[in-house]
């Protein structure tokens, strides 16, 4: 599913090259559910927004489901996002006026779904996340753990090769945090490759395997159940 070779990101402040990425190699087969792990600072994020297309390396190789997107243009990395990635992110990001059922359709209306079609997926989306009689709900009638579910929801649309979830629980209480991973080993369950980018230890190990970012570079890259942080 996802092959990265020798990446490196590095950024340019003043006289300083800060090396955000230094040369990370690893793979993640289609099914697996891997927690990408680090402070502020490691690289973690620079390394989530490549894998999400968002950004491109200096060095090194992406190849995303067979195909080569390290050195792509920008609009051709935005069609791979459209096809292959369903995000879910700390904040939500959910389009305040819209309804549950609206902020589910938003990708599919960027691959050009018609109406009928993708309000049929989308409240099936809805309902495999628990969500079924919220469909007309903004975001603002919602609870914050409805609400990451109505992301989750959206981020599923598509039929995503990957779900990358940037802090899915941060902005979350405990408890709801707890449903939302329940959530996600439910769809892991399904067959779904997630990879859950992430500060916390405790979160960190609930995936299958724990992918551990210090100062750009990987640390460990083992088990969870041989993880410790």
Not at 31 to 60: R, W
Not at 79 to 91: A, D, H
Request: charged share 25%.
């Amino acid at each position: 599913m996802i092959t990265v070779k020798n990446l490196s990101r590095h950024y340019q402040m003043g006289p300083t090259i800060v090396k955000a990425l230094d040369d990370v190699s690893f793979t993640i087969e289609g099914g697996e559910f891997v927690a990408i792990v680090g402070p502020s600072g490691s690289g973690k994020s620079t390394l989530m927004n490549i894998l999400g297309c968002l950004d491109s390396p200096t060095l090194g190789s992406y190849v995303l489901a067979g195909e080569e997107v390290s050195h792509l243009k920008p609009n051709q990395l935005a069609e791979i996002r459209n096809r292959r990635i369903g995000f879910v992110f700390q904040s939500f990001n959910l389009l305040p006026r819209e309804t549950a059922l609206e902020n589910v359709e938003l990708p599919l209306i960027y691959q050009g779904v018609p109406l009928k079609e993708r309000k049929k997926i989308a409240l099936a989306m809805l309902e495999r996340v628990g969500l079924e009689g919220r469909e007309k709900h903004i975001p603002s009638e919602l609870s914050g753990g409805q609400r990451q579910r109505v992301a989750i929801a959206r981020a599923l649309a598509a039929s995503p090769s990957i779900l990358l979830a940037d802090e899915p629980t941060g902005a979350l209480d405990t408890k709801t945090g707890v449903e939302i991973m329940e959530l996600f080993h439910a769809l892991h369950k399904e067959g779904s490759t997630i990879i859950l980018v992430t500060h916390d230890p405790g979160i960190a190990r609930q995936a299958e395997r724990v992918i551990q970012i210090q100062d750009g570079r990987i640390l460990k890259d083992l088990p969870s159940k041989e993880w410790a942080a």
